[in-house]
């Protein structure tokens, strides 16, 4: 399944006084990125929340190549690269949609847990969302 | 009971382009006194959402009179004006510590709510919480 | 002119642990919608703070009526109530895209200063703006 | 130089809907104690602004491994592992100050850039800078 990049323009409030996107709110593009890429192959994270299951981050990486500036046009590409039903690992590329140059890229970890926040793995308790993620791999 | 200013520091992350605390931090700046003045008269944000408290916003208002820049001591002032078991009306004043010049004025509107969202009155179910309250408004 | 209202989804970060939008992420709304609105008159701000315009927050307001969850889709209407080439102020409706129910409404204060932050009037020296303001006014 | 660890709350809009802090804050939580860090050490951030030496991130990494709630006290470590002149690496531990249990760890690579963004070393243009920083390097 080919899903379409997420398109994004940077914020006025996202800049600091470097005039540049901060570097802290990558991770908001990247998670803005990881859930329209999540509800594009079948597995809402809203939904996937009401049956119990919750997504947080293991780990997060962004590198940044070009600084982004305000109004900036950004396309976000999102790959599961890593997936057996109690981990998943995405991997990110901005871009900026204008020239196609990669403002950065980085990789999330994440683990599923329940409701009181136990680590769980989905395989048998939810083949369907296990299944939809498995086929939706590319390395 | 005399309660003392919040100090707090403008983070790097809270600046703009223009150089300035972005406008909506102010809110989240309140936000923080608001939690330190409730946490110091005994009625602690965190152990009344454990009773099923909860206490959204209903309005909020800054006036921005001074801009404040990066690394920038602030010394901000919490008044609880009303309060009447179901609504609580706060008003606030942002100060450089080292001038005492006003950087900000502001109010903020807040119900109760139990764990459904459902708006309540704390006077009967919560006479302790309700007391202390009262005892503090200054008008 | 008429301008099509701003279309945004509630991201998750932008979530509390109440389980809806924190109250101060509405005022960034309110800047998004408004730098789109003076983008749709041709008053771009990013055009504008390039000229040395730049347009800080004399105030801002806001009333939360229904609260926002997760990934709803928000439609926000913007409309400039007054503007005299040295302050404008904007009113903002953020509605529910599905129901067209009213969740919040407010109203920001703006100044034009210049790159050091003086205050300035945009009719004489900007008239091409003035006049693109001037003719977007809405009572 | 001995430098204390930089002492934080968690703060109610830094939460989710999961009721945890939300992992893009520890970056600005590691912005925070690194800035602290360099002001402790002789380089100040401000001042090194104000000589037109700016400092962006060229990467940031986090691992995630106790969740970190409302109002919880954290402890912050910054330790600087690398610095060249032209890039330094920070790493960071984040500690519960109650029990010492370790919340995350992360690091973060910066490098040096003037005013026109143009990337540069600090060895023969602020020797000073440069020696203080040189002196703080622990592996």
Redesign the interface.
Known sequence: MEISPYLRRA???E??????V????Y??YF??AR?EFMHAIGC???DM?KLGI?I?????????IK?IV??KLMQIETKLVKFNGAKMVFEYIIKFADTNEVAATGHTTHCFVNNE?KPMSIKHTFPDIYNRLKENIKN
Do not use: C, G, L, W
Request: aromatic fraction near 20%; glycine fraction near 0%; avoid cysteine.
């Open positions: 914020n006025y409030y800049t600091d006084q470097m005039s540049i901060h570097h802290s709110n991770f908001r998670e803005e859930i809402d994270v809203k929340e919750i947080p981050n293991v780990d997060a990486y962004a590198k940044y600084t305000f109004y926040h």
